[in-house]
């Protein structure tokens, strides 16, 4: 039996195919201990909490967690300082691994901007509906003397009139002025400041 085994591992035939077998399973194992390590495995960190931070401040986390951030785009938000973080992706808490990318969302510096419409001539809901549309949050409504009732005048900022197309803050305090329906009127002792001449040509001309 033994001079059988030896005759067989002599073939060379068989001692090809027994080398190709052991280097096949070598390759194996190595690949299978490169790929162990390349994909850090069984290693993980925690993605920090930074929201409402800035950027720069955040760094420091990401550092000290074997992770590097990438700021992908910005968004307006009242929740959180200009600036500072608003989303994570991925979220915090999230489990990965050292090395991975966490893309940041960031609060603009500035609010967002949008046109003033033309309102004027507009009725009240129309012109009201349509400031609210482009995304004006803070309108409010003063009437003021007018022939028709529910009309929409103008649009004013910090007692300024807009003009159409203006560009304008989406936070800013907008004050749609709106005609009462009702003339102006006169105080009762505007006709004691007219000039003396107006008094005297509205007799004459009465007579």
């Not at 085994?5 to 077998?21: M, R, S, T």
Request: proline share 5%.
């Amino acid at each position: 039996m033994n001079n059988f085994f030896v005759k067989l591992i002599k073939n060379p035939y068989v001692l090809n195919l027994l080398l190709a077998v052991v280097v096949a399973c070598g390759l194996i194992y190595g690949t299978l201990k490169w790929l162990d390590k390349y994909t850090r495995h069984n290693e993980a960190v925690v993605v920090p909490d930074v929201k409402g931070l800035k950027v720069e401040e955040a760094a420091e986390f990401f550092k000290n967690n074997n992770l590097r951030y990438n700021v992908i785009d910005s968004v307006f938000s009242k929740e959180v300082s200009p600036g500072a973080i608003v989303e994570l992706v991925p979220s915090a808490g999230s489990k990965v691994k050292e090395g991975r990318i966490v893309f940041i969302t960031v609060n603009a510096l500035t609010s967002q901007m949008a046109t003033i419409p033309e309102v004027e001539d507009l009725s009240f809901r129309q012109a009201y509906a349509l400031l609210r549309a482009r995304g004006f949050e803070n309108v409010e409504i003063e009437y003021v003397p007018g022939d028709f009732k529910d009309l929409a005048v103008s649009v004013d900022l910090r007692g300024r009139t807009l003009e159409k197309g203006e560009h304008v803050p989406l936070t800013a305090p907008l004050i749609l002025k709106v005609s009462s329906g009702e003339a102006e009127v006169l105080p009762e002792d505007s006709l004691s400041t007219m000039p003396v001449e107006s008094l005297d040509s509205e007799e004459e001309n009465w007579f």
